[in-house]
């Protein structure tokens, strides 16, 4: 996933802000990390540079 998409993307669940924690990036990609819902504080996995929001 490119760093430039992070602030077009928001919770599923209840709309609001989601705060990254990258824990792998490549030229600008970031591979493998998680969302953290600031509101709810559901929780989203990155894996493969795809943000697993289902």
Same mark, same amino acid.
Do not use: A, W
């Given at each position: 996933?490119?760093? !430039?998409? &992070?602030?077009? &993307? ?6 609001? !802000?989601?705060?990254? !924690? &990258?824990?792998? /990036? /490549?030229? *600008?990609?970031? &591979? /493998? ?7 709810? *504080?559901?929780?989203?996995?990155? !894996? ?7």
């Amino acid at each position: 996933m490119k760093r !430039e998409h &992070i602030d077009m &993307i928001i919770c599923p669940y209840c709309h609001g !802000e989601l705060k990254l !924690e &990258i824990k792998k /990036e /490549e030229d *600008g990609n970031i &591979i /493998e990390g998680v969302f953290k819902c600031k509101n709810c *504080g559901k929780t989203y996995e990155i !894996e493969d540079g795809i943000p697993k929001m289902i």
